[in-house]
């Protein structure tokens, strides 16, 4: 897995430079629950919902080609922890588009899918994310453009224990944890 994601790095820090049509960027994403629903089984096999606010942060880069003059298309990875549990934490391997609606500056609307992969299987199975997002360029530092954003982020993690009641899930019937939240990011264009 490391060399993978070794690979994937290499790859992309070296697609980013050289060619004006591949552009890269990092993030940093904070994450504040606006609702959250976490479902359950009881010991009878019944459906149980509660209501579960939490937040999460996300270490993101992404590189992006530009198809037409105002859209990109890019892949994206991250490292996400989740505050539910101290064991979710996941890496997130996706896909997004982007939406160019200035010419002069580094202003865009995106669109981003990701499927997570998580580190600890004791918890958490998988977990998929769509997020929508606007973003400002800000300033230019170091060479680099700083960028701060906006984004709605819906996720649903299936999980292989209960986070509540911290018991293993001895049934077929998994619970899930499904939020709708609001991000704020910091990052840099490279």
């Known amino acids: 897995m490391k060399r993978f994601l070794l690979i994937l790095f290499v790859c992309s820090y070296s697609l980013g430079f050289g060619q004006s049509k591949w552009t890269s960027s990092a993030y940093l994403d904070l994450i504040s629950n606006s609702s959250g629903v976490y479902t359950y089984y009881d010991s009878q096999g019944k ?18 080609y530009k198809i037409f003059n105002k859209f ?9 922890r989740y505050t539910v549990n101290s064991n979710t934490s996941s890496l997130k391997i996706g896909s997004g588009i982007k939406f160019f609606y200035t010419k002069d500056k580094y202003h865009y609307l995106t669109l981003q899918y990701g499927y997570s992969v998580p580190f600890d299987k004791k918890v958490l199975k998988e977990g998929h994310q769509i997020k929508i997002g606007q973003y400002f360029d800000i300033t230019q530092i170091l060479g680099m453009r700083l960028l701060i954003g906006l984004s709605y982020n819906y996720d649903f993690l299936y999980l292989n224990k209960d986070i509540l009641f911290g018991s293993r899930i001895e049934n077929n019937k998994k619970p899930s944890f499904k939020t709708n939240s609001i991000g704020i990011s910091l990052g840099v264009k490279f």
Do not use: F, H, P, R
């Open 47 to 64: 459906v149980k919902e509660t209501s579960l606010e939490k937040g999460a942060y996300e270490l993101v880069y992404n590189i992006d």
């Open 72 to 80: 990109t298309i890019g892949a994206l990875t991250s490292y996400n």
